[in-house]
Antibody, heavy 121, light 107 residues
Framework: EVQLLESGGDLVQPGGSLRLSCAAS????????MSWVRQAPGKGLEWVSG????????YYADSVKGRFTISRDKSRNTLYLQMNSLRAEDTATYYC??????????????WGQGTLVTVSS | DIQMTQSPSSLPASVGDRVTITCRAS??????LAWYQQKPGKAPKLLLY???RLETGVPSRFSGSGSGTDYILTITSLQPEDFATYYC?????????FGGGTKVEIK
């Protein structure tokens, strides 16, 4: 069974940094692209970033480009999201999601349970 | 960026109803359209992809159709477990974008 377990969410001040992790199990991690998708409280879904199975290709939403960095560690079966220069509008539950192929395709199944990031002073 | 517009945003319905949710893309996405279901406090779940292909294990009362810029999710004979929020998402090009969501609620 595929399992995705996010961690690292916290309360952080504006301008601060945070690193999210997503531990994957139940599938061959390096054979699938992965993404982060966020959901602000009471709002809809927003794709944040994606990475190919090899880790070579990365993709970002304009809203986070230059501030967030996605990466993956094959040896640890873990996906990361380094978030810098955090803003109040980054407050959201962050989900990691498995893609359908090794290349970034954009079909998310399944998703983790999410981790909450709150940016506030 | 491709904008995805969903309607309605809220849909009161009763068990047994047939419901339809519409999603319009700001440009053609050649059927690269997925539908997700999200229940309160839970992660979204993929229901359909490529506009009309049902994900394994999803009941056949869910179906999708459409082409070009206009797509529809249909639920025939709504069941109690179907009350949830539904999102469309284009996977035609990056950045990937979602519709604003449709909350199917009890009438």
């Amino acid at each position: 069974e595929v399992q995705l377990l996010e961690s690292g969410g916290d309360l952080v001040q504006p301008g601060g940094s945070l690193r999210l992790s997503c531990a994957a199990s139940g599938f061959t991690f390096s054979l699938y692209a992965m993404s982060w998708v966020r959901q602000a409280p009471g709002k809809g879904l927003e794709w944040v970033s994606g990475i190919s199975g090899s880790g070579v290709n990365t993709y970002y939403a304009d809203s986070v480009k230059g501030r967030f960095t996605i990466s993956r560690d094959k040896s640890r079966n873990t996906l990361y999201l380094q978030m810098n220069s955090l803003r109040a509008e980054d407050t959201a539950t962050y989900y990691c999601a498995k893609d359908r192929s090794i290349n970034f395709f954009g079909l998310f199944d399944p998703w983790g349970q999410g981790t909450l990031v709150t940016v506030s002073s | 960026d491709i904008q995805m517009t969903q309607s309605p945003s809220s849909l009161p319905a009763s068990v047994g109803d047939r419901v339809t949710i519409t999603c319009r893309a700001s440009q053609g996405i050649t059927n690269s359209l997925a539908w997700y279901q999200q229940k309160p406090g839970k992660a979204p779940k993929l229901l359909l992809y490529a506009a009309s292909r049902l994900e394994t294990g999803v009941p056949s009362r869910f179906s999708g159709s459409g082409s070009g810029t206009d797509y529809i999710l249909t639920i025939t004979s709504l069941q109690p477990e179907d009350f949830a929020t539904y999102y469309c998402q284009q996977h035609y090009s990056s950045p990937l974008t979602f519709g604003g969501g449709t909350k199917v609620e009890i009438k």
